[in-house]
Protein backbone atom coordinates (compact mmCIF):
# COMPACT_ATOMS: atom_id res chain seq x y z
CA UNK A 1 0.00 0.00 0.00
CA UNK A 2 1.12 3.50 -1.12
CA UNK A 3 2.25 6.03 1.89
CA UNK A 4 0.34 8.68 0.02
CA UNK A 5 -2.49 8.22 -2.37
CA UNK A 6 -4.70 11.32 -3.80
CA UNK A 7 -7.69 11.50 -5.32
CA UNK A 8 -10.60 13.40 -5.72
CA UNK A 9 -9.48 14.65 -9.41
CA UNK A 10 -11.66 14.76 -12.30
CA UNK A 11 -13.09 17.12 -15.16
CA UNK A 12 -14.73 19.94 -14.06
CA UNK A 13 -16.50 22.94 -16.09
CA UNK A 14 -14.50 26.49 -15.45
CA UNK A 15 -16.47 28.04 -12.32
CA UNK A 16 -17.21 24.41 -10.71
CA UNK A 17 -15.59 22.84 -7.40
CA UNK A 18 -13.42 20.13 -6.59
CA UNK A 19 -11.74 18.57 -3.23
CA UNK A 20 -8.98 16.50 -3.26
CA UNK A 21 -7.74 14.34 -0.88
CA UNK A 22 -4.52 12.97 -0.07
CA UNK A 23 -4.57 10.10 2.60
CA UNK A 24 -2.19 8.35 4.60
CA UNK A 25 -1.10 4.35 5.51
CA UNK A 26 1.78 3.58 7.49
CA UNK A 27 2.45 7.03 8.82
CA UNK A 28 0.61 9.21 10.93
CA UNK A 29 0.34 12.39 8.82
CA UNK A 30 -0.41 14.48 11.80
CA UNK A 31 3.16 14.68 12.23
CA UNK A 32 4.27 15.65 8.75
CA UNK A 33 4.18 19.17 7.08
CA UNK A 34 2.18 18.51 3.74
CA UNK A 35 2.28 20.28 1.16
CA UNK A 36 0.15 20.29 -2.74
CA UNK A 37 1.85 20.77 -5.73
CA UNK A 38 0.97 20.57 -9.62
CA UNK A 39 2.37 20.30 -12.95
CA UNK A 40 0.73 21.27 -16.11
CA UNK A 41 1.96 19.42 -19.45
CA UNK A 42 4.82 21.58 -20.32
CA UNK A 43 4.84 23.54 -17.25
CA UNK A 44 7.09 23.57 -13.98
CA UNK A 45 5.97 21.97 -11.23
CA UNK A 46 4.50 24.26 -8.72
CA UNK A 47 3.85 24.53 -5.67
CA UNK A 48 -0.03 24.89 -4.64
CA UNK A 49 -0.29 25.06 -0.59
CA UNK A 50 1.11 23.69 2.00
CA UNK A 51 0.42 23.52 5.74
CA UNK A 52 2.88 23.11 8.88
CA UNK A 53 2.98 20.27 11.23
CA UNK A 54 3.54 22.76 14.37
CA UNK A 55 1.35 25.84 14.47
CA UNK A 56 -1.17 25.20 11.50
CA UNK A 57 0.30 27.70 9.56
CA UNK A 58 -0.42 27.41 6.11
CA UNK A 59 0.58 29.08 2.86
CA UNK A 60 -1.01 29.23 -0.99
CA UNK A 61 0.31 30.17 -4.09
CA UNK A 62 -0.43 33.69 -5.26
CA UNK A 63 -2.65 32.11 -8.13
CA UNK A 64 -4.90 30.36 -5.96
CA UNK A 65 -5.41 32.57 -2.81
CA UNK A 66 -9.05 32.93 -2.09
CA UNK A 67 -10.17 30.00 -3.87
CA UNK A 68 -8.48 26.76 -2.64
CA UNK A 69 -8.29 25.56 1.04
CA UNK A 70 -6.25 22.92 2.29
CA UNK A 71 -7.37 21.45 5.65
CA UNK A 72 -6.34 18.06 8.06
CA UNK A 73 -8.87 15.66 9.12
CA UNK A 74 -6.66 13.66 11.81
CA UNK A 75 -9.01 11.09 12.29
CA UNK A 76 -9.41 9.98 8.52
CA UNK A 77 -5.14 10.76 8.62
CA UNK A 78 -6.10 13.07 5.30
CA UNK A 79 -5.32 16.39 3.46
CA UNK A 80 -7.86 17.75 1.78
CA UNK A 81 -7.09 20.84 -0.83
CA UNK A 82 -11.22 22.07 -1.77
CA UNK A 83 -10.93 23.99 -5.09
CA UNK A 84 -13.56 26.50 -6.19
CA UNK A 85 -13.92 28.52 -9.28
CA UNK A 86 -11.53 25.97 -10.96
CA UNK A 87 -10.21 27.81 -13.99
CA UNK A 88 -8.56 26.31 -17.31
CA UNK A 89 -5.18 27.22 -15.96
CA UNK A 90 -5.69 24.94 -12.83
CA UNK A 91 -5.67 22.05 -15.23
CA UNK A 92 -2.86 19.93 -13.49
CA UNK A 93 -1.54 16.40 -12.34
CA UNK A 94 -1.73 17.59 -8.61
CA UNK A 95 0.32 15.71 -6.12
CA UNK A 96 0.33 15.92 -2.45
CA UNK A 97 3.83 15.53 -0.58
CA UNK A 98 4.76 14.85 3.21
CA UNK A 99 7.77 16.43 4.80
CA UNK A 100 8.81 15.01 8.43
CA UNK A 101 11.18 18.88 9.13
CA UNK A 102 9.37 20.13 11.80
CA UNK A 103 7.56 23.63 9.62
CA UNK A 104 6.22 26.73 11.17
CA UNK A 105 4.54 30.12 9.82
CA UNK A 106 8.66 31.13 9.25
CA UNK A 107 9.40 28.01 6.85
CA UNK A 108 5.71 26.70 5.60
CA UNK A 109 6.33 28.91 2.35
CA UNK A 110 10.40 27.76 1.22
CA UNK A 111 8.50 24.23 1.77
CA UNK A 112 6.37 24.91 -0.86
CA UNK A 113 8.52 26.42 -2.92
CA UNK A 114 10.50 23.09 -3.32
CA UNK A 115 9.23 21.37 -6.26
CA UNK A 116 11.36 17.89 -6.38
CA UNK A 117 9.95 15.06 -4.97
CA UNK A 118 12.57 13.78 -3.35
CA UNK A 119 13.41 16.79 -1.47
CA UNK A 120 10.01 15.11 0.35
CA UNK A 121 9.84 11.96 2.91
CA UNK A 122 6.60 10.95 0.76
CA UNK A 123 5.49 11.96 -2.84
CA UNK A 124 2.15 10.45 -4.12
CA UNK A 125 1.29 9.29 -7.23
CA UNK A 126 -0.98 12.08 -8.16
CA UNK A 127 -4.63 12.96 -9.68
CA UNK A 128 -5.39 14.52 -12.89
CA UNK A 129 -7.48 17.92 -12.33
CA UNK A 130 -8.71 18.91 -15.91
CA UNK A 131 -11.06 21.87 -16.23
CA UNK A 132 -12.44 22.55 -19.75
CA UNK A 133 -15.98 23.33 -21.04
Known amino acids: QLPLVESGGGLVQPGGSLRLSCAAS????????VGWFRQAPGKEREGVSC????????WYADSVKGRFTISRDIAKNTVFLQMNSLKPEDTAVYHC??????????????????????????WGQGTQVTVSS
Open 97 to 122: AADSLARSISTVQPMCLMTGRYEYDY
Open 26 to 33: GLNLDYYA
Open 51 to 58: ISNSDGSI
